[in-house]
Each structure stands twice: as C-alpha cells, then as structure tokens.
C-alpha cells in the first residue's frame, strides 16, 4: 500500500467516522447504523458497521470503553465509542483530499433523478 | 483462626472467631477455647440450618460471661430492660416486640459485646418473622424481556465474532429487534433480524477469511448459496 504511513480512509469508514464524531456520547452500535442509514439512506448491516469500527480501533482513529447493560438487550452491555486525535487528522485529511479533487470538477453530466 | 480443611465454607464459625479474644490478654482464643465459649460443637461440621433462636441465645450468654459482663451491666449500658435481655438469653424471642425492635435489640447487644453484626447474619433469619410486604410485580421490564430475537442468528454470528463483539453486537441486534417488535409487531421483527443477520455475515465472514486465507477457495464455491438465502430474506416485504 502507498499510504501506509498517510491516515488514509475508505468510504466507509469515513461515513463512520463522521458518525462518531457527531453522536458525541451516544455513539454506539445501534444508534451509529440508524444514524448512517437515517443521514445516507442506505440500508446498513451491524455486522459491517462493527467490523469497521473494529478496522478503525485496530488503526487508533477510535477507542471503545464497555457501557451500560438493559433489560431490552438482554443484559448484554454496550460498546461506546468516541473518536481520537488520529482519526480527526484522518477526517482533516480526506476532507482536503476530497476539496482537491472536487476543485477541478466541471460539466458533470446531470443523469437526473438525483438531487443538485 | 485456621480451619482444619483451611476453607471459608464454614464462613459462620470463621466469623464468629475472628472476633473473639481472651478478655485479658487481648489474643486470639484456640479452636478448643472458641468452642467451648461459644458451644457451637466441631469445627469441621456443616452448620446445621437454620439456626434456632436458642442457639442464638446461648451463644450471647457465653459470649457475655467469656467477657465477664453481668445482664445488668449490659443492661446500664445499652439500657435494653433486663427481662429482654434475659429472654434473648434464653432464646425466647416472643417477649420481644414485633418486627425490627427484635432485631435491634440483638444488635444492641451484640455491640455491647463487640460481635460485629456480620456474624450475626445467619441467625437473622431464625428469629424475624415475615413482616416484609411483598413487592407489586414490575410488569414493564418483565413484558420487554419476554420479546426475543430468534436464537439461529445468534449462533450463526457467535460463530464470526470476536470475543468482545459477543457481547455489544448481539445486544445491539437484541435492543432493536424489541424495537422494532413494538412498533411493527413479530413478523416485521423477525424479517427484519433475519436481514439483519444474514447482512452481518457478509462483512463478518469476509473478515474472517481474510484472517484464514485457506477457506477462500471454499467460499468462491458454495457462496452462491449463501447468496440465494439472502436473495429469499431480501424478497420477503416488510409491511
């Protein structure tokens, strides 16, 4: 891989990323895969949000502490998870990735249907 | 104290004899010395349950003359009616008032001999009688934890996850499955989990033979049926 030693992230986990960011507190399994299907309307899996957040421990952009246990969960306890001063450089840095790349983008054809 | 099978299985003697000391020199009382004051038999015995107010009595009586402490200084002391203390003595607990004084009273009195409480703990139960009201059932935690998800779909991610994923991912899946059981109904809820379930289990078994490698030939020749189960899952209408 060429960006190894670049805080580099796909899509994904930028979408997750950012999730974490704004649920601040609240930030766990359930209320992070409603948020992202709430905010980018598409149907997402536990089970993909979990590995990726697992990828993204494993990278040091997020820590996870164990929460609370309720009756609804069958007293199985959550996992919060709250982003890290590396994964804020990694969002700074596909941001400008991102404005780069967008910068020089004219005359897109509009295929209809989507909004402007 | 050391037990002859040097275990706290017989926590209620191990209490008892912490605490007692020989009232002149301020040391540990033998095995022998503990017994013979308290008149509690062997050691190594099972205590027999539960322990009758009796018991109770003359263990306090020995311990107070081990003290050498009469019923009426204990009486100046703690100003509990010397015809009370001497009913506890004597294990008749009848004499007593109802209810929390008679477990107040033995308190009392025990701290005056410096018992600490805690040993005192088995014997509670012999001589309170039911005064506690019972409880009004908390219906609404009771109704949510009759809603479960079906068991398949634990087992089949238990087999993906990672130790620790066990606990916050099946608890996640569980908390909305209730969720969506309360506002949809059963059949909504288990389509839904299932979808949930087998959606997991892409990523999840992705991970896993990126992990292994070797199965990855395997899976590029029975994933179709994989694919099938979740075409099915996927086809069935959510209301």
């Given amino acids: 891989m060429a960006n190894q030693d670049r805080f580099y992230l796909g899509e994904f986990e ?19 895969r409603r948020f992202i299907e709430e905010e980018t309307g598409r149907s997402t899996s536990i089970g993909s949000v979990y590995t990726t957040l697992e990828r993204l421990e494993h990278k040091g952009y997020i820590s996870s502490w164990q929460g609370e246990a309720t009756p609804e969960r069958g007293g199985r306890a959550k996992r919060y998870f709250k982003i890290e001063s590396p994964g804020v450089r ?20 509009d295929l209809g249907g989507l909004p402007a | 104290v050391r037990f002859r099978d040097n275990s706290l299985r017989h926590s209620r003697w191990h209490a008892i004899g912490a605490f007692l000391r020989h009232p002149s020199t301020g040391r540990a009382l033998s095995l022998r010395r503990i017994q013979a004051v308290t008149g509690m038999g062997m050691f190594h015995e099972k205590p027999r349950e539960p322990v009758s107010p009796k018991e109770l009595g003359v263990f306090l009586k020995r311990t ?6 009469s019923i009426y200084s204990i009486h100046l002391h703690t100003g509990i009616q010397k015809e009370y203390l001497e009913a506890i003595e004597r294990g008749d607990f009848a004499v007593l008032p109802l209810g929390l004084y008679r477990r107040t009273f033995v308190d009392i009195y025990a701290r005056e001999l410096s018992i600490p409480s805690a040993a005192l703990q088995p014997f509670y139960e012999a001589i309170s009688e039911a005064v506690e009201l019972p409880q009004p059932p908390d219906n609404s935690v009771a109704v949510k934890t009759e809603i479960k ?11 993906f996850l990672t130790k620790r994923e066990r606990v916050s991912l099946i608890g996640d899946i ?4 209730v969720d969506v059981y309360e506002r949809f109904g059963r059949r909504s809820a288990k389509i839904w989990y299932y979808k949930q379930v087998f959606d997991s289990l892409r990523p999840l078994i992705r991970r896993a033979l990126a992990k292994t490698g ?12 994989y694919e099938h189960v979740l075409q099915f899952i996927n086809n069935l209408k959510l209301k």
């Fill in chain 2, 214 to 225: 070797v199965v990855l030939w395997l899976w590029k020749h029975t994933g179709w049926i």
């Fill in chain 1, 90 to 109: 990694a969002l700074h840095e596909t941001r400008t990735i991102r404005a780069k790349m967008w910068a020089g983008v004219t005359g897109l054809p």
């Fill in chain 2, 174 to 177: 569980e908390e909305e499955y």
């Fill in chain 1, 14 to 32: 930028e979408i997750l990323l950012l999730a974490v960011f704004r649920l601040k507190d609240d930030a766990y399994g359930v209320s992070l």
């Fill in chain 2, 149 to 159: 998800p079906p068991r398949l779909g634990e087992y089949l991610l238990y087999l």
């Fill in chain 2, 64 to 69: 107070r003359m081990a003290r050498g402490h």
